[in-house]
């Protein structure tokens, strides 16, 4: 069964520096989605950065971007010049198709002035 | 991208009742996907529901404890039967992405607080 591991509980980072949070997951497919997304305290799941596990580019979004390592099933999530407002749980997800989500337990992040 | 608007936003409810949480997408979706995340959990996946048939349910979650409703493809239903403080917990409402394989989209969830 497909799961999906984030290691760090909560990170902490000072606004305008830059934060990588880790995810893993383990897979015996080769053909797959990986996704962040942010979860403020509305409750809201945004998603920030997906990934097509067959393109071998990383992923960028603005501020952030992510490595993706297949071969070591690694999908970290890097936040450049942090910002206030990007205070929030992040999720890294795994789907592979149209399977379901498999979400992995979070990362509190927390962004101080 | 989808909107989805789901109701109530929260509530507070007597152990022993039931609460049933809407969700309505702004187009049409094939399949509509129930979560529930537990205080400073993860999400979990309840059940897919999809259109004219039964909603499939995830290992430890049956339809008399969670009974949904899907009777068109914009609208669908989750109902927490005979809850217990244990139900205390946010229920995400999502769909996918029109095209086939983007990612999935939630509403705003609803706090559900049973005491």
């Known amino acids: 069964a497909q799961t999906v591991t984030q290691s760090q509980p909560e990170m902490s980072v000072q606004e305008a520096e830059t934060v990588t949070l880790s995810c893993t997951y383990d897979t015996s497919e080769s053909d797959y989605y990986l996704f962040w997304y942010k979860q403020p305290p509305s409750r809201q799941m945004i998603l920030v950065i997906r990934?097509?596990?067959?393109?071998?580019q990383n992923a960028t979004e603005n501020r952030f971007s992510v490595n993706f390592q297949k071969a070591a099933k690694s999908f970290s999530l890097k936040i450049s010049d942090s910002q206030l407002g990007d205070a929030a749980m992040y999720f890294c997800a795994y789907r592979r198709n149209t399977d379901k989500l498999i979400f992995g337990t979070g990362t509190r992040l927390q962004v101080f002035p | 991208s989808a909107v989805i608007s789901q109701k109530p936003s929260r509530d507070i409810c007597q152990r022993g009742t039931s609460l049933t949480i809407q969700c309505q997408v702004d187009?049409?979706?094939?399949?509509m996907f129930w979560y529930r995340q537990q205080p400073g959990q993860s999400l979990t996946l309840i059940a897919t529901a999809n259109q004219g048939s039964e909603a499939t349910y995830e290992s430890g979650f049956v339809i008399d404890k969670f009974p949904i409703s899907r009777p068109n493809l914009t609208f669908s239903t989750l109902t927490v039967s005979n809850m217990s403080p244990e139900d205390s917990s946010i229920y995400l409402c999502?769909?996918?992405?029109?095209?086939?394989?983007?990612?999935?989209?939630f509403g705003q969830g609803t706090r559900l607080t049973v005491v």
């Open positions: 187009s049409q979706v094939t399949m």
């Open positions: 990934q097509e596990a067959y393109k071998q």
């Open positions: 999502s769909v996918e992405g029109s095209a086939r394989n983007t990612e999935a989209f």
